[in-house]
């Protein structure tokens, strides 16, 4: 089974933002919205020493994805290939999701009322292509490739140039795009599109913590009514009303 | 005119209550008999299904196996989640009609008085009902309307969460104001259908199990109870209904002819009260 990852080599991107529009082209992304993006990252170092750089942001299709339990549908899920993907079937677009992602990689289409957001071009893969941002990208600054495969150009970037996450120590969900660059790059993501911590909406946070032991509580101590009596009903008899 | 008919209940002989038990009572139109039915087909299915579709850890209570078997009965979750759906926009277009054409039989304020308005002997029905059940106490219970005080307690909840329930499945269904209002939708959703669950525990054991209201689970069939049983469970129907059958007999017995007025009598209608002739 394949193992898919995609890696982006700050060295080579230039911002041109390409990806980001033939990722919007294919999938129909509404305005406002991306299911990837290039930002800068501002500037590092002192002059004349300076770095700049680009965060190519998406979903990083994690190993421990967190947007996956916060689902209460379970519209989100992660298929063998470890792409998390939404069956929009399922999806009803409580956004329950979107504040569970440490990475701001997803978005509720208001168009459709569902989550959408990155799934490597699942429908895609399946015909043999590549992403359409990879398939784009001028500067062939996104790999996107299988990590099971030690030949493919994604493994080697990975395994053996030392593309890295971008993780910390309170959230390290094993996320599956890579960034390949300088120490520079690194210091700058880091500075600025470290993962947030995944939050709760507010209604889930109460359904949990409160509404979930309330009713069962209600339902319990009802349950419970209606056993005594039917245990009472049982050792005293029954008592015909015509009597 | 027949017998004065009892304000209070009083204990009958073995014969009254025979014959009694012979006489029945129309407790409910068809169309409502229908709707329960209906109603209760409804809430098994989406109970169901409803609980197969909350898979997340956070939020789910119903076990493993049981998302998997449901999930196997329906092929996927997602067919599973269209049949809720369906189901659900099929039971609001029923109540919707059942609102509109019963509108003035059933939902009027002094009907619905009839159904959810607790007095006082109500309020102490409740007291000693649980007392009984309890085996604390062998007071007789205050004599009930149409609707016991256990039976008002219940419609006042269903009648408050299904209103809730159908406007928050709605705005799940159909992503109505957004993404904020659907997750807080979806949490009200389960509380009023937790709610009324609780409530159905005490609703299906009292109707289906508890042996002194079996003629009122068989109402839900038949349409009618036997007087006996409106007699000892809602006396306060029970007189209603007689003094309604009494205005009926009344209406219908030819009154005696009115006597003749007398020559003297005659005189004085035909004449102005001052006495001067028309």
Not at chain 1, 34 to 42: I, K, L, N
Not at chain 1, 234 to 239: H, M, N, Q, Y
Not at chain 2, 15 to 20: G, L, N, R
Request: hydrophobic content about 45%; proline content about 6%; aromatic content about 12%.
């Amino acid at each position: 089974m394949p193992r898919f990852a995609m890696v982006i080599d700050q060295e080579r991107c230039v911002g041109c933002q390409s990806c980001t529009v033939a990722c919007k082209s294919e999938w129909d992304v509404p305005n406002g919205f991306a299911r990837t993006r290039v930002r800068q990252t501002g500037v590092v170092g002192s002059f004349p020493k300076l770095t700049t750089s680009f965060y190519v942001s998406q979903c990083n299709h994690c190993d421990r994805p967190t947007c996956v339990p916060a689902c209460p549908t379970g519209a989100t899920y992660q298929d063998k290939t470890g792409i998390v993907r939404v069956n929009r079937d399922l999806c009803i677009g409580c956004g329950a999701c979107v504040a569970a992602c440490p990475y701001g990689a997803r978005y509720v289409n208001a168009k459709i009322g569902k989550v959408d957001k990155c799934d490597f071009c699942a429908s895609r893969l399946e015909n043999g292509l590549q992403p359409a941002c990879v398939a784009t990208c001028p500067a062939h600054a996104k790999v996107f490739g299988n990590l099971e495969d030690s030949s493919s150009e994604a493994f080697q970037l990975v395994y053996r140039q030392g593309a890295h996450r971008v993780e910390t120590t309170q959230v390290a969900i094993g996320p599956n795009v890579y960034y390949a660059g300088k120490p520079e790059h690194t210091e700058l993501l880091m500075a600025g599109f470290a993962p947030q911590l995944p939050r709760t909406i507010a209604p889930g946070k109460i359904w949990s913590s409160l509404l979930n032991k309330f009713v069962f509580l209600a339902v319990g101590a009802t349950f419970l009514g209606q056993a005594v009596a039917f245990f009472r009903q049982l050792s005293v008899g029954e008592k015909q009303f015509e009597d | 005119m027949g017998t004065a008919i009892q304000t209070v209940p009083t204990p009958l002989t073995s014969d009254q209550a025979a014959a009694m038990a012979q006489q029945q009572i129309k407790k409910h139109h068809v169309a409502i008999v229908l709707l329960h039915w209906f109603n209760a087909t409804t809430w098994l299915l989406e109970l169901a299904t409803g609980a197969g579709l909350i898979v997340s850890p956070y939020y789910r209570f119903a076990p493993i196996w049981y998302l998997q078997m449901m999930e196997g009965i329906f092929g996927s979750r997602a067919n599973m989640l269209r049949f809720h759906i369906a189901v659900g926009l099929t039971w609001i277009t029923v109540f919707l009609v059942y609102a509109i054409f019963g509108f003035r039989n059933y939902l009027h304020t002094e009907v619905l008085q009839h159904e959810i308005g607790l007095d006082a002997d109500d309020l102490r029905w409740l007291k000693i009902r649980t007392l009984l059940l309890l085996g604390r106490t062998d007071e007789p219970l205050p004599p009930q309307g149409v609707y016991n005080a256990g039976q008002k307690l219940f419609a006042l909840l269903v009648y408050s969460a299904i209103p809730v329930i159908m406007l928050t499945g709605l705005t799940m269904t159909f992503h109505w104001f957004g993404t904020v209002i659907v997750a807080w939708a979806m949490v009200l959703h389960y509380f009023a259908v937790g709610l009324v669950v609780s409530g159905l525990m005490i609703h299906v054991y009292m109707g289906a199990v508890f042996p002194e209201e079996k003629p009122a689970f068989y109402s839900m069939i038949t349409g009618v109870v036997n007087e006996l049983y409106a007699y000892h469970h809602h006396f306060k129907w029970w007189r209603e209904v007689k003094v309604q059958e009494q205005r009926w007999r009344d209406e219908l017995t030819p009154k005696p002819e009115v006597e003749e007025p007398s020559p003297a009598e005659k005189a004085d209608l035909n004449s102005e009260p001052d006495g001067a002739p028309r």
